[in-house]
């Protein structure tokens, strides 16, 4: 595929991203997308490697090497190198639903497994993602194409994220009538509420789902499932539900102080930003604004570099984020060899922000909090962290970070945010259509399957899986689809 020396007289080139002390003024994306020209380029490096491990999606040591949709990666660079862009976003369109959402969003398990990043640098896949769906846009290859047929059956889709629309998506490419419930006042879910708009501007989300409205697909928003509709309705007045509703329990910090004012959930403080800027470009003050704050962000991860950029943005007076885990390695360790996924260290766009703005990176690893301090108002007012070592457990044999005695310290704040991660699905949901939960909080189904305990009753993405990335919720919700059209039809001609 591409031009077989193309790896050799190229040098690999991805968008050019704004000054940090500029992008940080607003919050827009701030990548300037390569010319056709250059995409073609990009597009001649992939090498004809005979094995094409950046579409295997395959599991490695616990790790995904490669795209879980199977995007037919090698197929689509060939073809934008020979500037065949229609035919480009035909065959990504048959994987992957939404390229609008993982060409900005991913972290491009793509790239970390494809054969140049061996001994070099891998092809910009994510760049020639973005440019065959953005061009296909602006060439009119997307319009609406609503199906010719239509079965008869009904399908409900509880939740308005990546995993939802997918499902919605691809039953309705197949005929059946999809409703899709988002209790949100604004549809996309994770994609519009837990991602902030600098990684994905709203009108990204609203320009599809307008072509999925076109196309036959109805949306009800501000509904809760469970709540202001009961399960039994949705059962009765539909054929078949398909619940996706994420993994939105967070993780608490459970620590003296705990109840101080001022410490939030990262994804509250988020989506209160998201919220208010779309409606009022924050003139609204109805968010939690770190303007003037001392900010410490508890956890690492793609959510705790958002906290952080989005403080900056706010104005924060000064910005830290405590990780437990060690720093990871500047190159590959021998026993993390090529094609599982590269356990680097990794400074996203908030942290190089914060060294900036700030002078220094902001992350302090092996350190977690101890203690929340508190004023005589109940505010809070700093933290005592305590550091922490990697040791093995003498009852199980596991390593686990342990604290280090003695190694406490204090830190000034005014403004904490927990960014530790999800513990599953919200149980009112789970409740109230009486589906089964596995040990980590997710609904449970038969490895490799979709179905609930419950007649009918489907579930994926997060909600089904546990917290993950986007292109794992897409890949979920398609093969939930497919799931669901085999129930009704007997048979079925979905790609998975």
Not at 416 to 445: C, H, P, Q, W
């Amino acid at each position: 595929m591409g031009k077989p020396t193309g790896f050799m007289e190229y040098d690999r080139q991805t968008a050019k991203e704004e000054a940090p002390k500029e992008r940080i003024k607003n919050f827009k994306e701030f990548h300037t997308p390569l010319s056709q020209e250059e995409q073609r380029k990009q597009g001649a490096r992939c090498m004809a490697c005979g094995v094409p491990f950046c579409q295997s999606g395959m599991d490695i040591l616990g790790m995904t090497s490669g795209c879980p949709l199977h995007n037919l990666v090698p197929e689509w660079n060939d073809l934008i190198y020979t500037g065949n862009w229609e035919q480009a976003y035909s065959r990504l369109k048959k994987t992957n639903n939404f390229p609008e959402f993982t060409a900005r969003v991913c972290p491009a398990l793509c790239e970390a497994a494809c054969t140049c990043s061996h001994y070099g640098d891998a092809v910009s896949v994510k760049e020639n993602e973005f440019g065959i769906i953005e061009h296909a846009y602006e060439q009119g290859y997307t319009k609406a194409k609503p199906p010719k047929v239509r079965t008869g059956k009904k399908v409900a889709v509880v939740g308005s994220g990546p995993a939802g629309l997918a499902a919605a998506d691809q039953l309705n490419k197949r005929g059946h009538q999809v409703t899709v419930y988002e209790r949100d006042d604004r549809l996309g879910g994770l994609l519009m509420y837990g991602i902030p708009n600098m990684k994905l501007e709203k009108h990204i989300i609203d320009r599809k789902i307008n072509i999925m409205r076109e196309e036959g697909v109805e949306f009800i928003t501000g509904v809760n499932v469970g709540k202001d509709v009961k399960a039994s309705k949705l059962l009765k007045g539909y054929d078949r539900v398909i619940l996706a509703c994420g993994a939105k329990s967070p993780r608490d910090i459970k620590v003296p102080g705990r109840d101080a004012k001022n410490i939030y959930f990262a994804v509250d403080f988020l989506a209160a930003t998201t919220r208010s800027l779309l409606d009022s470009e924050l003139k609204d003050q109805k968010y939690l604004s770190a303007k003037g704050k001392k900010v410490v962000v508890i956890g690492g991860g793609d959510t705790g570099n958002d906290c952080i950029g989005t403080a900056i943005r706010h104005g924060a007076a000064s910005v830290v984020q405590l990780e437990i885990m060690p720093k990871a390695p500047e190159q590959r360790s021998a026993n993390n060899p090529w094609p599982q996924w590269p356990k680097v260290c990794k400074t996203d766009y908030g942290q190089q922000e914060a060294i900036a703005v700030f002078g220094n990176d902001p992350r302090i690893y092996q350190t977690t909090v101890k203690e929340f301090l508190k004023d005589k108002n109940g505010n809070l007012c700093g933290l005592i962290t305590v550091k922490l070592e990697n040791k093995k457990d003498e009852k199980t044999g596991r390593m686990i970070m342990t604290e280090i005695p003695g190694s406490e310290s204090k830190m000034d704040a005014d403004l904490v945010f927990i960014a530790a991660g999800f513990l599953g699905a919200e149980k009112y949901v789970s409740d109230a259509f009486g589906v089964s939960l596995d040990e980590r909080m997710n609904v449970k189904t038969d490895q490799g399957q979709y179905h609930t305990n419950v007649k009918n009753v489907f579930a994926a993405g997060d909600m089904h899986r546990g917290q993950s990335l986007v292109v794992w919720a897409i890949r979920e919700g398609r093969e939930a689809a497919r799931a669901v059209d085999l129930s009704l039809m007997g048979y079925t001609n979905l790609g998975a």
